[in-house]
């Protein structure tokens, strides 16, 4: 897996320079039409088989993103550590105890330390942070359907995160809300699309209440669910989106 430096070099010093003579000629005069580059050459980061999908979260408290990957092949969590200046040390990786799918961060048990959470399978897998990129042993929590993808936001609004699930197979959102000392209430379903696959929190109708989109990857399109504020969704909006998405 590639990660790319999130900072701006100069343009001699890009991977351009590699290119033939008459590529890079091309694609520089393309680029002094347009804005400078705004990243360098990715820098390959190795981590362990398979990872599906990556977040970030300052896990060591050094004030710097970290990366965490969610690896499908080795039931592990890759953790890489910044250096601060956009370099990242080797992976640790840490035992998730499922095919991971998904991964996203939070503090779920509100010590101000940052947590993991990783979807596969039928459930989420929670890794509690220590705060020194080290974690306890994971828990897990019945999720659903083969889990495609996880995020998280407080959809109840009692300050405690919950965690949302895409059930690819269930055509389905499940709802974790969080106990808040890092343990999650059974999961209730909400119908979204045919192979529900990626997801994204926001307030799409400004009524201050969180919502959810969801890419239906059967079908190519996506759909809206509205969130009542108490954690539960309505019935999902349809929108398309042209080419199979996911
Ligand atoms: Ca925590
Ligand atoms: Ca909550
Ligand atoms: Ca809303």
Same mark, same amino acid.
């Given at each position: 897996?590639?990660?790319?430096?999130?900072?701006?070099?100069?343009?001699?010093?890009?991977?351009?320079?590699?290119?033939?003579?008459?590529?890079?000629h091309?694609?520089?005069?393309?680029?002094?039409?347009?804005?400078?580059?705004l990243? #360098?050459?990715?820098v390959?980061?190795?981590?362990?088989?398979?990872?599906?999908?990556?977040?970030?979260?300052?896990?060591?408290?050094?004030?710097?993103?970290?990366?965490v990957?969610?690896?499908?092949?080795?039931?592990?969590?890759?953790v890489?550590?910044?250096?601060?200046?956009? /370099?990242?040390?080797?992976?640790?990786?840490?035992?998730?105890g499922?095919?991971a799918?998904?991964?996203t961060?939070?503090?779920?048990? #509100?010590?101000?330390?940052?947590d993991?959470?990783?979807?596969?399978?039928?459930?989420?897998?929670?890794?509690?942070?220590?705060?020194?990129?080290?974690?306890?042993?994971?828990?897990?929590?019945?999720?659903?359907?083969s889990?495609?993808s996880?995020?998280?936001a407080?959809?109840?609004?009692? #300050?405690?995160?919950?965690?949302?699930?895409?059930?690819?197979?269930?055509?389905?959102?499940?709802?974790?809300?969080?106990?808040?000392?890092?343990?999650?209430y059974?999961?209730?379903?909400?119908?979204?699309?045919?192979?529900a696959?990626a997801?994204?929190?926001?307030?799409?109708?400004?009524?201050?209440?969180?919502?959810?989109?969801?890419?239906?990857?059967?079908?190519?399109?996506? /759909?809206?669910?509205?969130?009542?504020?108490?954690?539960?969704?309505?019935?999902?909006?349809?929108?398309?989106?042209?080419?199979?998405?996911?």
């Amino acid at each position: 897996m590639r990660f790319s430096r999130l900072f701006h070099r100069p343009k001699e010093a890009t991977g351009l320079s590699a290119l033939g003579r008459r590529g890079s000629h091309r694609l520089e005069a393309l680029e002094d039409r347009t804005a400078p580059s705004l990243f #360098g050459p990715a820098v390959p980061y190795a981590v362990n088989f398979h990872p599906y999908a990556v977040a970030v979260a300052d896990f060591d408290g050094d004030g710097h993103p970290d990366l965490v990957t969610g690896n499908n092949g080795a039931m592990t969590a890759s953790v890489l550590l910044n250096n601060g200046d956009g /370099s990242f040390q080797a992976e640790r990786a840490v035992p998730l105890g499922i095919l991971a799918q998904g991964v996203t961060t939070g503090d779920f048990n #509100g010590d101000g330390l940052m947590d993991v959470a990783a979807g596969g399978q039928t459930v989420v897998s929670v890794l509690l942070g220590r705060g020194d990129a080290t974690f306890r042993e994971y828990q897990t929590f019945a999720a659903g359907i083969s889990v495609r993808s996880v995020t998280v936001a407080d959809l109840d609004g009692d #300050g405690a995160l919950d965690l949302i699930a895409a059930n690819r197979l269930g055509d389905t959102v499940s709802v974790l809300r969080g106990v808040g000392d890092g343990r999650f209430y059974s999961f209730r379903q909400y119908r979204a699309g045919p192979e529900a696959a990626a997801l994204a929190v926001g307030d799409y109708n400004g009524d201050g209440v969180a919502d959810l989109a969801v890419t239906n990857y059967g079908v190519g399109d996506g /759909s809206v669910l509205l969130g009542a504020g108490d954690g539960s969704f309505g019935v999902p909006a349809r929108y398309p989106t042209g080419a199979t998405s996911g």
